[in-house]
Structure formats: C-alpha cells, structure tokens
C-alpha cells in the first residue's frame, strides 16, 4: 500500500489534480480548508466524481456523520481509529492489486509486557498499534513528555477568551488518550469539548466549564505521573556531541524537515540532537517553538518553520 499525505484541504486539492489515488482518508478539521469544503471541491473535478472519500473525526454523534455523508463523503471511521477498522473499511471501498499475505512480526512475542499504569486500559491502547508493545511504550513516553502542560495551555487559551485554540487543544489532547486506553481522561475532555463548542464564543469560565478542566488536570497529572514513574523515558547519548558545523547544522535540519514532511514521529528525537549540538540562542529558541508544536503534532507547521530556518540560515 502506498500512502501520500497533505498537509491541508488545498494541498490535497492539488495532489488531486495531479495524481490519480484509490481513496482519499479525509481529516474533517484540517487547518486552512477543512474536509467538508475540500470534499465538496474535489467532487467538482470530473475524475474525483466518484472517488471513495472517507470521513475521518473524533466527533462520532450521528448528526457529525450526518454532516460528512451530506458533504459527499462515502464512509465514515472514529477516532481513535483502530488498525482493524481502518484495514475493514479500506478492503470495503479499495479492490487490491495484489494478494499477498501479510504476516505477523515477531516483534509482539518478544517485546517487554506493559505494566499496570493508573488509568490506563492498555489492552485498549495496544489495538491501536496492532499489538506492537515497543510502539505502544514510546507513544506512552512521549505523551508523558509532551502533554504534562496540556491543561493550563487550554485553561490559558481560555483565559485569553481565545476559544478556537482551546477547543482545538482540547480535541487533540482528547484523540490521545483515546489512542493510548486513557478512557476517564478522554471522557473528561469529551464533555469538556462539547460543553465549550455548546457556549461558543461567547464562553466564560462557568462553574461547570472549571470543574470539566479541574477532573481533566487531575485525571492527566495522574496518568502522566504513572508513565513517568513505570516507563520511563531513556535519555538520547548525545554526550559526545562537540557541536555542529554551520555546514553540518543545515544538514540535521534537512533530515529534520524531511522526517516531519513524512509525520515520522522520531522528529522530536532529531530535533533533540540538532539542540544538543548548536550554541546559537537565536536558533535555540527557534527550536523551541518547533518542539512544541511537534508536541502538539501540528507537523505541517514545524515543517515550514524549520524550512525557513533552512532558507534564511543568516536569519
């Protein structure tokens, strides 16, 4: 199988015109065009009249379903998505090339067992890496890393009575616990998300709104407490580092900017390195801002930030 990826509706737009594809997976909220409108724009071309279009959400209410079928979008998957669902909705609409059977690594029956972490099912969370026990860890160890300020970052977006922001903070954070089995924290941030799209703009920090981020705080210091303390995160060697070339820096940030074009999930490692071997407070701080939307996943716009870096190195 082979998979393209766009960084946005009006990117995919583009691709569309110039590749012909089997399916499309369309992100509902997608930054710039979200998939309603990039869905009712590419059955505007003639050669994507009838190309399988399939809604991918955290919103799975019958009126959100609704809205993706009405927008000419064929199918539908909740997230977080499971392998299984995926590959079952993908068989429904896709008619393969080829019959060749895919086998099971060994990897799963050699990989440590998970230990028992506070509010986690992570039977649950193994089904969304397929059973790969090493994958599922390092997800749990960068959440750990990443989403320890998560809460006061949507409290502050609040705050700022910047409401957008914070609902979209809310939903990514809610799609990850859904993916690692945080069940009680994913459905803290369900009513939470659902509580501040009801009241809209015009949102105040209501008693019912504080106590959502209240359980929320408590339920994600907990957890990544737990991570924390049971698997903990191996520090990168970088001890050896003697710092980087002006030449040799332009090229990790070229590895770096290809890994996060490719939504590798090891960027956060390269950029680390890079960070280990650079003195430059400018481009550390730079790095810092990068990291923190890698934290956030938001991938497309690390990706620009560190291509500037690279074209304007005397910046």
């Keep these: 199988m082979q998979v393209d990826t766009a960084e946005n509706g009006e990117i995919a737009l583009l691709k569309l015109k110039q590749t012909q594809y089997d399916c499309v997976l369309m992100d509902v909220q997608m930054p710039v065009m979200d998939g309603y409108e990039t869905t009712r724009n590419l059955r505007k071309q003639a050669d994507c009249a009838k190309l399988p279009v399939i809604a991918m959400t955290a919103n799975v209410m019958n009126v959100d379903r609704d809205k993706c079928l009405k927008a000419g979008m064929d199918d539908f998957i909740g997230k977080p998505i499971l392998p ?11 008619k393969p090339k080829q019959s060749d059977e895919v086998h099971a690594t060994d990897s799963l029956a050699t990989s440590e067992d998970i230990p028992f972490l506070y509010g986690i099912d992570s039977q649950l969370g193994l089904q969304h890496t397929a059973g790969d026990k090493v994958v599922y860890r390092k997800i749990l160890q960068k959440f750990a890393e990443n989403h320890a300020n998560s809460m ?48 809209g703009a015009n949102i105040q920090n209501t008693a019912a709104v504080s106590k959502l981020i209240s359980m929320a705080t408590q339920e994600l210091n907990r957890i990544i407490n737990s991570i924390q303390s049971t698997i903990p995160t191996l520090e990168p060697d970088f001890k050896q580092n003697q710092g980087f070339s002006k030449l040799e820096t332009q090229h990790q940030l070229r590895i770096l900017l290809n890994k996060l074009q490719n939504f590798d999930s090891d960027a956060d490692q390269q950029l680390d390195f890079i960070w280990s071997g650079i003195k430059d407070q400018s481009l550390i701080g730079a790095l810092a801002s990068i990291r923190k939307q890698i934290a956030q996943y938001q991938f497309d716009k690390a990706a620009l930030a560190v291509k500037t870096l690279i074209d304007f190195p005397e910046r």
């Design 84 to 94: 299984g669902t995926l590959y079952a909705v993908l068989t429904k609409w896709i």
């Design 152 to 199: 006061t970052e949507i409290s502050l977006a609040l705050t700022a009575k910047n409401t957008p922001t914070a609902r979209q903070f809310v939903h990514t954070l809610k799609g990850l616990a859904g993916s690692l089995g945080a069940t009680s924290l994913q459905g803290h941030l369900q009513r939470l998300e659902e509580s501040l799209a009801e009241q």
